[in-house]
């Protein structure tokens, strides 16, 4: 076995740029020397908690200076760590914490109260921190402790955090990412992917509790002794502004998020002069990438990856060339294949061109689902790892994502794919964000509808208006034949849109 741990990011950091600004969290501008030390003091109080090797903190943190203090003192200590989504209620946290046999949850003083709840119904003892402690609660801030000397000894193949699936098909599921993991995925995104320099300001706006925010954002920024600027709440405006205020190079986002800074863009005399740009989470319309680009003067980096692949598996990176629509090459290191989808049992790769499931392979797959070796099983065939996205590798390695398996619509026979569908109505001048579901439909099975989300400041459009428009430009069975208008689109904790909650909510008020 190989000792390593996913806490030498931030010790390394520490000792390479110890006068360095790591992170930035409003007036907040802390050193990485101090960061790490901080960290150690944690550590330490977490060791006075009962918390090490073989213990598992789950963290309900936002996007402030604590949620790295609390993360690397956590690995400091040898403790494995659950990152909770805060958009969790009581009940939802407490299945997490239950199925993960958390020892202890650490919530800042905001969370306190959901974080008990949860605590209290599960049986898992609260530390908090953060400003504001209430009297009665202990706070990991302000336990007297000495800082430990260094991080303690983890092997490559420990499990060093677990992250939660959003459950769509279910219960959520814990998805256990290695040292290994997670060391290689933050390495290979900023020194290979992409032309990262310890130079950079990234825009730390993505939630840290996911994997993107906390692989590529943090773990990433860190790995490479760059700066980290948070935003504990996204807006167009206000993280425009902040970029301009601490003149940031780097932007990590998912698709809302650049569609969000093009809305706040408008009527501005200066934006941001970004560097490298990054999208992932979900599949980029190729009209916002086309318009970011113009607006903003800066090229996108389209992605993909999931929990599972800690998360990273591709991107359009310079060394291959970029091409819109694509979620580009896989990382160093990583394969990237497309196999039969309807063939479960066995891996049966397609030539190129030809749609089937993206499988991957590599030292960013996970080492399974916590408790559930059925599904391990399922997910992992072959020694790759079945993503559930269908999608097709052209002659030059560029893969596209078409669309999740369950996610296709299926009318009156036909296969539709409702990203091809969303694609060319993002195009419309009307339309600021589109997302297309199937409905059942006695006659053809599944119908197509459009949720479209107008920009205020466009001419006035009609429903029969969009789908003739989509008719002219779409075959005959892949049109919308209903649109419905709304205000916003059901994000998930990740931002990502929730089709299975606009599903719902078509089939409950079909009108």
């Not at 090490?52 to 203090?69: E, H, I």
């Not at 990203?419 to 059942?440: C, M, S």
């Amino acid at each position: 076995m190989t000792a390593l741990s996913l806490a030498s990011v931030l010790a390394e950091a520490a000792r390479r740029y110890p006068d360095k600004i790591a992170v930035v969290d409003g007036a907040q501008r802390i050193a990485y020397a101090d960061l790490w030390r901080q960290s150690l003091v944690q550590a330490a109080g977490l060791q006075r908690l009962g918390i090490g090797p073989g213990k598992t903190v789950a963290m309900v943190v936002p996007n402030t200076a604590d949620f790295p203090r609390v993360y690397y003192a956590a690995l400091a200590a040898g403790a494995t760590i659950v990152p909770v989504h805060l958009l969790l209620n009581a009940e939802e946290m407490a299945y997490v914490l239950r199925d993960s046999k958390a020892d202890l949850v650490v919530a800042h003083t905001f969370f306190l109260g959901v974080a008990t709840a949860a605590g209290q119904a599960a049986g898992v003892p609260v530390v908090a921190v953060g400003p504001g402690t209430p009297d009665g609660v202990e706070s990991l801030d302000g336990l007297d402790v000495e800082p430990l000397r260094t991080f303690v000894t983890r092997e490559a193949e420990d499990i060093a955090v677990v992250f939660y699936t959003s459950g769509t098909t279910g219960e959520p599921k814990g998805a256990l990412l290695t040292h290994l993991n997670l060391v290689m995925n933050a390495t290979v995104n900023v020194v290979d992917a992409n032309e990262a320099q310890p130079g950079d300001i990234v825009m730390g706006c993505l939630p840290l509790f996911h994997t993107y925010g906390q692989t590529v954002g943090m773990n990433g920024t860190f790995r490479l002794g760059g700066t980290l600027i948070l935003l504990a709440r996204f807006s167009g405006a206000a993280a425009i502004d902040l970029m301009l205020a601490e003149n940031v190079t780097v932007f990590h986002g998912v698709p809302t998020m650049y569609v969000g800074l093009l809305e706040a863009a408008a009527g501005r005399d200066r934006l941001p002069a970004l560097r490298i740009c990054v999208s992932g989470g979900a599949s980029l319309p190729v009209a916002v990438l086309e318009k970011f680009e113009k607006i903003f003067g800066a090229r996108i980096f389209e992605g993909y990856g999931l929990s599972e692949t800690s998360p990273t598996a591709t991107t359009n990176q310079p060394q291959f060339g970029v091409r819109p629509g694509t979620i580009g090459h896989p990382i160093w290191g990583v394969e990237v294949e497309i196999a039969r989808a309807e063939i479960e049992e066995r891996i049966e790769f397609l030539p190129a061109g030809e749609l089937g499931e993206i499988v991957i392979r590599g030292h960013n797959v996970f080492a399974g689902y916590l408790g559930r070796p059925e599904a391990t099983a399922q997910a992992i065939v072959d020694g790759w790892f079945r993503s559930g996205d269908l999608g097709t590798k052209d002659a030059d390695g560029f893969i596209r994502v078409v669309d999740r398996k369950k996610d296709i619509i299926i009318r009156g026979g036909f296969n539709v794919y409702p990203r091809e569908v969303e694609e060319v109505l993002a195009r419309h001048p009307a339309i600021v964000q589109v997302a297309v579901v199937g409905v059942p439909d006695g006659t053809h099975g599944e119908e197509i509808c459009a949720v479209v989300v107008l920009d205020p400041t466009s001419d006035a459009v009609s429903a029969v208006e969009l789908i003739e428009w989509s008719r002219e430009r779409l075959g005959k069975h892949k049109y919308p034949r209903s649109v419905r208008f709304v205000t916003e689109l059901p994000m998930g904790p990740s931002l990502k849109v929730l089709k299975r909650e606009l599903r719902r909510q078509l089939t409950d008020d079909p009108s």
